[in-house]
C-alpha cells in the first residue's frame, strides 16, 4: 500500500465549478498535511497546509482533513482556467521524517 | 526575502561526468529535501537533510549519488559517473524542520547525453 494515494485523473470540470480532489494515507501517526500546486515544467507551489481535523479556508481554496478516516481533502470553488495543473497531496508520517508525495492529479478546468 | 536558490537551473553533462546540483535554503531554514522528477511522473523523494547531519536517505540511490548539507554554503547533490537514466529533474526544498511547511526552489534540469 502506497504512504499516500491520490487519484491520478484527469479531472475535468467546467469554469466555475467546484473542483474536489483527493488524498487518503496509511499512516494513522501522520500529524502534517499539504497541497502543492505543479504547472507543466514547473516546481510545486505550496497552495495549503493543514494540521488539525475539520476545514480550512484561503480565498477559493478549502483543505479538510478527517484523521480517523486518514482522508484528506482540497476544494477549489469558482474554478478557473488558471487553476489547471496537478495537485500533489503530501503528508510528514508519524513513522518517517521525509515529506511524502502522492503521484498527483491532474485538473483541468474547461472555459 | 530570497526563496529557495537552486543553481544551475539547466546542466548538460555527457554519460560519465559528475553532476553537482546547488540548493540554497530560504533565510532562517536549516532543513533540505532533495527530489527527483521524470517527465509525466510524480515527485520521488531522495534524501533529507539538516545541516551538517543526514536525517533520512532512505530514497538515495546506494551507489554514485551523495548529499551532504554543510555548515556553511548550499546544500550540494552530487551524481558521480552519470548515465542517461539520470536525466530529470531535481527540486530541492527547504524548511525550518519538525513538521513545518517546506518550499521548493526552481529545481535544476540534468540532462546527460
Known amino acids: 500500500q502506497k504512504e499516500v494515494e491520490q487519484n491520478s485523473g484527469p479531472l475535468s470540470v467546467p469554469e466555475g465549478a467546484i473542483a474536489s480532489l483527493n488524498c487518503t494515507y496509511s499512516?494513522?501517526?501522520?500529524?502534517?498535511f499539504f497541497w502543492y500546486r505543479q504547472y507543466s515544467g514547473k516546481s510545486p507551489e505550496l497552495i495549503m497546509s493543514?494540521?488539525?481535523?475539520g476545514d480550512k479556508e484561503d480565498g477559493r481554496f478549502t483543505a479538510q482533513l478527517n484523521k480517523a478516516s486518514q482522508y484528506v481533502s482540497l476544494l477549489i470553488r469558482d474554478s478557473q482556467p488558471s487553476d489547471s495543473a496537478t495537485y500533489l497531496c503530501?503528508?510528514?508520517?508519524?513513522?518517517?521524517?521525509?515529506?511524502?508525495f502522492g503521484s498527483g492529479t491532474q485538473l483541468t478546468v474547461l472555459p | 526575502n530570497a526563496g529557495v536558490m537552486q543553481n544551475p537551473r539547466h546542466l548538460v553533462r555527457r554519460r560519465g561526468q559528475e553532476a553537482r546540483l546547488r540548493c540554497s535554503p530560504m533565510k532562517g531554514h536549516s532543513h533540505v529535501y532533495w527530489y527527483r522528477q521524470l517527465p509525466e511522473e510524480g515527485l520521488k523523494f531522495m534524501v533529507y537533510l539538516q545541516k551538517e547531519n543526514i536525517i533520512d536517505e532512505s530514497g538515495m540511490p546506494k551507489e554514485r549519488f551523495s548529499a551532504e548539507f554543510p555548515k556553511e554554503g548550499p546544500s550540494i547533490l552530487r551524481i558521480q559517473q552519470v548515465v542517461r537514466g539520470d536525466s530529470a529533474a531535481y527540486f530541492c526544498?527547504?524548511?525550518?524542520?519538525?513538521?513545518?511547511?517546506?518550499?521548493f526552489g526552481q529545481g535544476t534540469r540534468l540532462t546527460v547525453v
Open positions: 499512516d494513522r501517526g501522520s500529524q502534517s
Open positions: 503530501a503528508v510528514i508520517p508519524g513513522s518517517a521524517r521525509q515529506l511524502t
Open positions: 493543514i494540521y488539525s481535523n
Open positions: 526544498a527547504s524548511s525550518s524542520g519538525g513538521l513545518t511547511e517546506a518550499f
